[in-house]
């Protein structure tokens, strides 16, 4: 599954703290807190589509800190973490229902080859549960312009650089065995020799 870059908008419910220093310095910090609302290919759960993200409702915390520097100027930091865990159940729903194929295909063209008709499918898949990961911290400056003084209307430009970490979460999936030994499925995977003596040996050598 492709690492998605999760610079993509998020609907969240937000709770936001705001505190302010002494009137003089005017010193700003804003916590906010809320549910991350993973959106369009990183909620899909379509197995076949490489870039479908399988990512379930997580959390995201934002906090911004800001404070004056000269007139009209002023240091702002930001810090943003979120994460989204993996639809496991989804997955091992995909993963159960999928055929995986054996055997070789041969054909006289490379481009396009026989379709295969040997598979199985495994029905009792399990994945470790994982999430997506994503942080971030950014430093800039903000300038005010006071655009209408008697209404108090200003405009904000900002000017910031940082630094973005993402994580994708590593897949670690088994298949359950249900009343099943890895002998019987040596004898549906491999082609069993004629003789007792090799026989015996890809027993062996299976085994071990």
Not at 66 to 74: M, Q, V
Not at 177 to 202: G, V
Request: glycine content about 6%; aromatic content about 14%.
């Amino acid at each position: 599954m492709r690492k998605i870059f999760l610079l993509i908008f998020f609907c969240l419910a937000q709770i936001s703290f705001v505190f302010s220093q002494t009137t003089k310095d005017r010193s700003s910090i804003c916590i906010s807190v809320g549910a991350a609302m993973p959106t369009g290919q990183f909620s899909s759960t379509d197995l076949l589509d490489s870039k479908s993200g399988f990512a379930k409702i997580g959390e995201e915390v934002s906090i911004s800190y800001s404070t004056p520097l000269t007139k009209g100027w002023s240091f702002i930091a930001h810090f943003q973490g979120q994460r989204n865990p993996l639809n496991t159940n989804a997955f091992e729903s995909s993963f159960s229902q999928t055929k995986i194929y054996q055997g070789f295909s041969f054909g006289t063209d490379p481009n396009n080859p026989p379709p295969q008709t040997s598979y199985k499918i495994y029905p009792n898949w399990k994945f470790e549960k994982k999430s997506w990961l994503y942080g971030a911290l950014l430093l800039g400056g903000q300038r005010q312009f006071n655009v209408d003084k008697s209404n108090g209307f200003n405009l904000f430009a900002k000017i910031i650089v940082g630094a973005i970490y993402t994580k994708s979460p590593k897949l670690n999936g088994v298949v359950e065995r249900m009343q099943r030994t890895s002998r019987e499925e040596i004898y549906d995977l491999k082609p069993m020799p004629l003789s007792i003596a090799e026989h015996n040996e890809l027993l062996t050598r299976e085994d071990y």
